[in-house]
């Protein structure tokens, strides 16, 4: 799997942001909302955001990198683009949040939302967690 992610290291006067998210845990009950940190291009707040996924999920010694993938969802005129990031490995603990009886998948996800330019990540709004639960159940 290619994995898509550009990294921005930490300096001085690289601004750090936390937008919220909708985490998927292996450890979890239920879907819920987490703040992502993001690290901006430059040093405007508006520049081009890139998360910092893997201080959010879990197990880095087992999984170390973190896939990506983009998802596009239609729904009328309206057209929703997000991020999932997610660790993968037969050794990972089960998620009850995203098996099912036909797959079991073992390991964390997070779903981030694309802003309309298509080119970095936002906030995520009222609707779009439950636009996230539809995307990750397909």
């Not at 037969?90 to 080119?119: C, K, Q, T, W, Y």
Request: proline content about 4%; aromatic content about 10%; overall charge positive.
């Amino acid at each position: 799997m290619v994995n898509t992610r550009k990294y921005i290291f930490p300096t001085s006067f690289t601004p750090e942001l936390h937008l919220r998210c909708r985490l998927y845990s292996a450890s979890g009950s239920k879907p819920r909302q987490a703040n992502m940190l993001t690290r901006c291009s430059n040093r405007s707040r508006s520049a081009q955001r890139f998360p910092v996924v893997e201080g959010l999920l879990n197990y880095a010694a087992v999984q170390p990198y973190v896939h990506n993938c983009f998802v596009t969802l239609r729904e009328g005129r309206h057209t929703y683009q997000f991020c999932v990031f997610f660790k993968r490995h037969r050794h990972l603990g089960v998620n009850p949040l995203l098996s099912s009886v036909e797959h079991i998948f073992r390991g964390d996800a997070v779903v981030m939302r694309i802003g309309v330019g298509g080119d970095s990540v936002v906030n995520m709004r009222g609707r779009d967690n439950a636009l996230a639960d539809f995307v990750m159940h397909q």
